[in-house]
Each structure stands twice: as structure tokens, then as C-alpha cells.
């Protein structure tokens, strides 16, 4: 049992079973989600620690402790209530982990203006993933197809490294004038082409028309 399951029974009257789904009400998230952060898969971003700690009437700091098992917080607790807000990272910005052929991704409801200057807030959950499969990838983003806009039925992550030049023949994460956009890049002419590798429209923009935000190095398909 490990540090987090402990405070689980505690809290739900020294009992163990039935406590993440217990948690996972109270908190709103899937019960699939509690088991990720029981088992280290994921973190909870700072907001479900914020709500932990009420519940489990501790300081977010000892909560943040609970998911570090051997480490310690970057943040010394008395800064936690400086600032709330303030993010738990190490000097490469990513949240600690204990597992050090592992990195924990934050998986944002929005695209940062600029990394690595992002809303906690929009950090809807940690995902912790081998070092070897993020491939540089500072945080994932919701897409379908080649937009930012959801469908119906699935949804698709894509891992973003952030990224300042056009790389010819990447696929990236672009923003224009209407939003960000998905597009392979193809440099022609002194113009920027986007296009998809299944759509053979495209669109060429003068490149002060177009800001690359990151390289996508990898695409989760139809995650449920």
C-alpha cells in the first residue's frame, strides 16, 4: 500500500475499498483517473491537489508528497501559500518524478501563448509517460484532425515539443489569424504551406502571417 492509498482509508474511515471511487465523486473525475494517480501513472494537477487537501484535511504540500514517493517537492511549503498557483517544477520544467526514464506531461484544455508560460488552470491532468516516448514533448493538447475543434465520437492528443522555426516537411502546431491549426509545413516560394497529408487543399501564408508554436512528435488516436 502505498502513500496515497493510505490516506485514502484514512479519510474514508480506514476503509480502502471503495475509496478512489468515493474520491472520484467527490472530485469529479473518472474513477480511472484516481487509479492512474494511485498506481504513479499520472499526477494530479494542482487544482486536484488543492481539492485533496481539504479533504483529506492536510496542507498541499504533504498532499503533493504523497505522489513523490523517496523526493521531495521542488516548492518549500510555505511558498505554496505565497502562491498558490505556483506550479511544482524542476529546472526543466516538468513536474517531478520519481522515475527518472519517465516524465510527467501536463495535458492542457488550452494552447499556452508561450510555453513555458501557461495557465495552471488549464492543466486539466499529469500524464506520466517513458522519457523515450514523449520525444522531447513539453505537454499535450486536444485535436481532431487538423484543428483544435473537438468531434463527436473520439478524441485525438498530440504531444507537442515547442518549437520557433518552420521546420520543412514537420507536421506542427501552428496559430493564424483564425486560430491553431495542425498542418504539415512546406516552405515554397518565400511562403509558408499548410497542408494535410489526406486533403490536397492547402494554404499558403506570408510567414509573419503564421507563428509555429511546436513540433507535434506524436499523435494519440481515439482516446476514450
Not at 502505498?2 to 474520491?23: C, D, H, P, V, Y
Not at 504531444?159 to 518552420?166: D, N, R, Y
Request: hydrophobic fraction near 40%.
Amino acid at each position: 500500500m502505498n502513500k496515497f492509498e493510505k490516506a485514502l482509508m484514512t479519510w474514508n474511515n480506514g476503509i480502502l475499498r471503495g475509496s478512489q471511487a468515493k474520491l472520484a465523486k467527490k472530485l469529479q473525475v473518472s474513477t480511472a483517473t484516481v487509479a492512474l494517480w494511485a498506481t504513479g501513472k499520472r499526477n494530479p494537477s494542482k487544482g486536484y491537489v488543492a481539492l485533496m487537501a481539504k479533504l483529506f484535511n492536510m496542507s498541499e504540500y504533504d498532499v503533493l508528497r504523497l505522489f513523490m514517493p523517496g523526493q521531495e517537492p521542488a516548492t518549500h511549503p510555505d511558498a505554496l501559500h505565497e502562491s498558490p498557483a505556483a506550479p511544482i517544477y524542476n529546472t526543466d520544467t516538468e513536474l517531478l518524478t520519481p522515475q527518472s526514464n519517465s516524465v510527467a506531461l501536463p495535458y492542457l484544455a488550452n494552447v499556452p501563448a508561450g510555453y513555458p508560460e501557461y495557465d495552471q488552470a488549464d492543466v486539466i491532468e499529469w500524464w506520466t509517460l517513458p522519457r523515450r516516448y514523449a520525444r522531447g514533448a513539453k505537454y499535450l493538447v486536444r485535436c481532431c484532425g487538423d484543428s483544435m475543434e473537438g468531434s463527436v465520437g473520439y478524441d485525438d492528443l498530440c504531444l507537442i515539443k515547442p518549437e520557433e522555426e518552420f521546420l520543412d516537411g514537420k507536421v506542427m502546431l501552428v496559430r493564424v489569424s483564425e486560430g491553431y491549426l495542425i498542418k504539415r509545413i512546406r516552405k515554397e516560394n518565400g511562403k509558408i504551406v499548410l497542408y494535410s497529408d489526406n486533403d490536397k487543399k492547402y494554404k499558403a501564408f506570408a510567414p509573419e502571417r503564421v507563428q509555429p508554436i511546436g513540433l507535434v512528435v506524436r499523435k494519440i488516436t481515439d482516446v476514450q
